[in-house]
């Protein structure tokens, strides 16, 4: 959880950095915002995804 909060503060960091150095208006850093939650919410699903089909798997191991 530690990670995802540090990831979230790190998008938003480089967001507007990356805004501030390139002189892009206020659409541009909505849409790098945007594009970094995102992405950070679809590698949060995909890691949260594999790990319940392990805990799932090892839990249908210990039935048999």
């Known amino acids: 959880m530690k990670q995802l909060l540090f ?5 938003i960091s480089f967001g507007l950095q990356v805004a501030h150095a390139a002189t892009i208006g206020v659409p541009e850093i909505i ?6 939650f995102i992405a950070i919410a679809v590698i ?3 890691v949260l995804l594999c790990l319940h089909l392990i805990r799932k798997a090892k839990a249908t191991q210990n039935e048999k």
């Open 7 to 11: 990831l979230f503060f790190f998008v």
């Open 31 to 36: 849409l790098l915002l945007i594009t970094g």
């Open 44 to 46: 949060a699903g995909f």
